[in-house]
């Protein structure tokens, strides 16, 4: 069902990314990942390659729309079409109000929001023609606040907003959207180094599967905003 579809997930050489690129790969799909870094994409994609060619990296960074209108170019000038975006890159500063720098402020803004606008505006075509899926990657924190979360909390709470609206605005053009709000996660987010005292926390690879499930549903169903949480956090 899902052979030769063409995927494209920003920020996909770690995290909630990798995990969703791995999953789409299993399922003999055609993934294009980005990184900031051309490097780290190029790692990736060696990392993952099983020889068939199924998966690119490309640099770019979200907060260019120049530069996700290219990192789409490219996708469509491989591989004919586009069929489902993973606006997945994310950064996060936390801190006081007190304390909060204004460049950490534009920096989680840029990225978290904007950034999937400009992923969401240079793939929309692309999506509309395919009758494709947009999927983006917000946090419990899109409707949980919390202290020294002024800068992350507006991103997400945001995103939540921008990606429920757009869904109305497409599902006209058979364009479907769906927001994953993740709680904790076992990733390298704000520089955290997975252990083994993650295994409570949602895993990449549980993502990854979410995904597969969204994008294989029913087309007349559609799970628009999706919770996840750890079944069993640790007690308080």
């Known amino acids: 069902?899902?052979?030769?579809?063409?995927?494209?997930?920003?920020?996909?050489?770690?995290?909630?990314?990798?995990?969703?690129?791995?999953?789409?790969?299993?399922?003999?799909?055609?993934?294009?990942?980005?990184?900031?870094?051309?490097?780290?994409?190029?790692?990736?994609?060696k990392d993952l390659d099983d020889g068939a060619g199924n998966i690119i990296g490309i640099a770019s960074d979200v907060r260019s729309m120049e530069s996700e209108?290219?990192?789409v170019k490219q996708i469509l000038d491989k591989w004919g079409k586009l069929?489902?975006?993973?606006?997945?890159a994310g950064v996060g500063h936390f801190a006081s109000i007190q304390d909060l720098t204004e460049q950490q402020w534009k920096?989680?803004?840029?990225?978290?929001?904007?950034g999937v606008?400009?992923?969401?505006?240079?793939?929309?075509?692309?999506?509309?023609?395919?009758?494709?899926?947009?999927?983006t990657i917000a946090s419990l924190a899109g409707t949980n606040f919390f202290a020294k979360g002024s800068a992350y909390n507006a991103s997400k709470f945001g995103l939540?907003?921008?990606?429920?609206?757009?869904?109305?605005?497409?599902?006209?053009?058979?364009?479907?959207?769906?927001?994953?709000?993740?709680?904790s996660v076992s990733t390298y987010f704000n520089n955290h180094q997975p252990s083994e005292t993650d295994a409570w926390k949602i895993q990449p690879e549980d993502i990854g599967k979410l995904v597969i499930d969204?994008?294989?549903?029913?087309?007349?169903?559609?799970?628009?905003k999706v919770e996840i949480r750890p079944s069993k956090p640790p007690k308080k």
């Not at 996909?12 to 999953?23: D, H, Q, S, V, W």
């Open 1 to 45: 069902m899902l052979k030769d579809k063409v995927a494209y997930i920003t920020g996909g050489t770690k995290g909630i990314g990798l995990g969703i690129a791995k999953a789409m790969l299993d399922q003999g799909m055609k993934v294009a990942i980005t990184s900031r870094n051309q490097t780290a994409a190029d790692q990736t994609v």
């Open 69 to 71: 209108k290219s990192a």
């Open 83 to 88: 069929d489902v975006v993973i606006a997945n």
């Open 107 to 114: 920096e989680v803004i840029d990225i978290n929001l904007t």
């Open 117 to 135: 606008f400009n992923t969401t505006k240079s793939s929309l075509e692309a999506l509309k023609n395919s009758k494709g899926y947009l999927i």
């Open 160 to 183: 939540v907003g921008f990606s429920q609206a757009v869904m109305m605005d497409v599902r006209q053009d058979d364009v479907k959207v769906t927001t994953i709000m993740p709680g």
């Open 214 to 224: 969204l994008i294989t549903m029913p087309a007349r169903s559609l799970p628009s």
